[in-house]
């Protein structure tokens, strides 16, 4: 598709379960970014990816938060253990590259995560 | 670290008067600055940027954004609401001299009033 697809569109778990979350950027877009939108929080940035640069982490808010990016295109975010404050809306995003005209970046639907 | 504030959690305005969404922002280089849009139950859709150049950005929509650098502002405004423009709306920055993340605003929601 021409667009940020991520999957699943919903997602409902236990409270201490593990969550694979997944994001397709735009096939040749560089950079990925994750964020999480939760009622009445806005959108918390949690990870970046640029290229083949190490990724920038310091939005992750603890260590059962990871996310990997492979081969520059799709990318993983797991969540171990999860708890009820976890509940919240998965954003990606993708933008094309550092040029300062390319920086817009294209969103994904998002998933929605419900920690029970 | 860039920040940026939306001090606004709520903005009310009658159908067909202007309407001003307001951000400011800190970085220490040079701002890339974005307004994002997210209407119920879609996702977020880009609206405007700044990067460089006139301090007043047109984008989609009929918006438009000034940048004013002695008061680190961008904000977002429009001449003639309509009922249609009522959603979420995000402003984010990107320190324009770093290879560096873009963060976002906790979002101000629009209600135009008919």
């Known amino acids: 598709g021409a667009g940020v697809s991520q999957s699943p569109s919903n997602k409902v778990t236990e409270k201490g379960k593990d969550v694979e979350l997944r994001c397709d950027p735009i096939?040749?877009?560089?950079?990925l970014y994750w964020y999480r939108q939760s009622l009445g929080q806005g959108l918390e940035f949690l990870i970046y990816?640029?290229?083949?640069?190490?990724?920038?982490k310091s939005g992750l808010p603890s260590d059962r938060f990871s996310a990997e990016r492979t081969g520059g295109s799709v990318s993983t975010l797991t969540i171990q253990r999860t708890q009820q404050e976890d509940s919240a809306v998965y954003l990606c995003?993708?933008?094309?590259?550092?040029?300062?005209?390319?920086?817009?970046?294209?969103f994904g639907p998002g998933t929605r995560l419900t920690v029970l | 670290a860039q920040s940026v504030a939306q001090p606004e959690d709520q903005v009310n305005v009658a159908e067909g008067n202007p309407l001003t969404v307001k951000c400011t922002y800190s970085?220490?280089?040079?701002?890339?600055l974005f307004w994002y849009v997210q209407y119920p139950n879609r996702g977020l859709q880009f609206l405007l940027k700044?990067?460089?150049?006139?301090?007043l950005v047109k984008g989609s929509y009929g918006f438009e954004a000034e940048f004013n650098k002695s008061q680190t502002s961008f904000h977002l405004k429009k001449p003639s609401a309509l009922v249609s423009d009522s959603a979420l709306y995000f402003c984010?920055?990107?320190?324009?001299?770093?290879?560096?993340?873009?963060?976002f605003g906790k979002g101000t929601r629009l209600h135009i009033l008919p």
């Open positions: 995003a993708s933008s094309p590259g550092l040029s300062p005209t390319y920086n817009e970046q294209f």
């Open positions: 096939s040749g877009h560089t950079a």
């Open positions: 990816f640029q290229g083949n640069s190490a990724p920038d």
């Open positions: 970085v220490s280089g040079n701002p890339y």
């Open positions: 700044y990067i460089t150049g006139d301090n």
């Open positions: 984010a920055v990107r320190d324009g001299n770093r290879d560096d993340k873009i963060i």
